[in-house]
């Protein structure tokens, strides 16, 4: 099946920084959707995109599709602690019947004081 | 507004024993969707469900039985439990067809020994 690459595994950055990741595919994507999970929870979408070289923001985080529509990233700006967990990128394409969603490894993000 | 509920929480079965995990959603939402986490892996998919009475395979779905009798439930039965079925799963909806944005349950944590 179809892979996504995510970039880091895993962070350990200190309360205030910028992080950045991203995801990458040998496949072009429809849409690209990028997930949250905190512990012992589901995933929640964050922000969705839709169309090539399109930059969302949802407060401090702001997404990118890429031009190639192969790849996307996520920036979250002035990290706080409750921004720990794992970041999860899906990218989307749509069939007959149901959007055909691939999930991405995830990022996991700890966050330091 | 519950959203999209799931029981049990965590489950412990032994090699061979079967169960069924509970899905509900109170959104209304046509499509219901089955989702594997293994540690380090993307979410898979299961089986996933267009409406009631219709289901059908997802990326890994051996060893796995659903039905959709009911807009609101989503069962996922596991006959015979193997060591191989220890994951984390979810349960998600989505409103209509092409709507990609997945709203997730808390998740079961089953572990089969």
């Known amino acids: 099946g179809q892979q996504l690459n995510q970039s880091p595994q895993s962070m350990f950055i200190q309360e205030g920084e910028d992080v950045s990741m991203n995801c990458t595919s040998s496949s072009i994507f429809n849409t690209w959707l990028w997930y949250k999970q905190d512990p012992g929870e589901g995933p929640v979408l964050l922000i969705a995109?839709?169309?090539?070289?399109e930059l969302t923001s949802n407060g401090r985080l702001t997404a990118q599709f890429g031009i190639t529509r192969k790849d996307s990233f996520l920036n979250i700006s002035a990290s706080i602690p409750s921004d720990v967990g794992i970041y999860f990128c899906a990218g989307v394409i749509n069939t007959g019947t149901a959007s055909k969603l691939t999930f991405g490894t995830g990022t996991r993000l700890q966050v330091t004081l | 507004n519950a959203g999209v509920t799931q029981t049990p929480k965590f489950r412990i079965l032994k090699i061979g024993q079967s169960m069924t995990l509970q899905c509900t959603q109170d959104?209304?939402?046509?499509?219901m969707y089955w989702y594997r986490q293994d540690p380090g892996m993307g979410l898979k998919l299961i089986y996933y469900s267009v409406g009631a009475g219709i289901t059908d395979k997802g990326e890994v779905p051996n060893g796995y039985n659903v039905s959709r009798s009911t807009t609101e439930d989503f069962p996922l039965r596991l006959e015979l439990a193997a060591p191989s079925q220890t994951s984390v799963y979810f349960c998600?909806?989505?409103?209509?067809?092409?709507?990609?944005?997945?709203?997730f349950g808390s998740g079961t944590q089953l572990s089969v020994l």
């Open positions: 959104m209304n939402h046509n499509y």
């Open positions: 995109l839709y169309k090539a070289g």
């Open positions: 998600a909806s989505s409103p209509n067809w092409g709507n990609e944005k997945l709203f």
